[in-house]
């Protein structure tokens, strides 16, 4: 009969395979918690508060009349400011979000507003074809 094949450990090779298996599971799943937490530590409060509301897209057309479509046009086709038809497929609304409010990109100049105007102001433009 034969005897299982051992490690220097005593272990038999099966026994250390799978043992190895373990903990590179083990580490994967800790990497991929470590990475969604950051993700969920790094949400700001106004971002937080504002994709808790649900938003109209009739007052958010206001606002975008008023406030973006001299620079994006009336339909977002783009003027002096990129077009803006289907640009929820383009960007998160984390990312829409950022860009309204800090005016990373000049000439956009960065707006302040209320969660839930902001909130109607992406519902507005996820309407934008």
């Given at each position: 009969m034969m005897e299982p094949t051992s490690t220097a450990a005593g272990a038999p090779e099966s026994s250390r395979t799978l043992i190895t298996a373990l903990?590179?599971?083990?580490?994967?799943?800790?990497v991929i918690l470590l990475i969604w937490m950051l993700g969920k530590a790094q949400v700001d409060p106004y971002v937080q508060a504002t994709l808790n509301l649900q938003g109209t897209s009739e007052h958010g057309?206001?606002?975008?009349?008023?406030?973006?479509?001299?620079?994006?046009?009336?339909?977002?086709?783009?003027?002096?400011?990129p077009k803006l038809t289907e640009v929820s497929s383009r960007l998160s609304d984390q990312a829409?979000?950022?860009?309204?409010?800090?005016?990373?990109?000049?000439?956009?100049?960065?707006?302040?507003?209320e969660p839930q105007s902001m909130a109607d102001l992406l519902a507005h433009l996820h309407n934008l074809q």
């Open positions: 903990v590179v599971v083990a580490a994967v799943a800790c057309g206001q606002l975008f009349r008023i406030n973006c479509a001299g620079c994006h046009g009336l339909a977002g086709q783009g003027l002096l400011g829409l979000i950022h860009q309204i409010v800090s005016g990373d990109t000049p000439p956009m100049p960065s707006f302040q507003m």
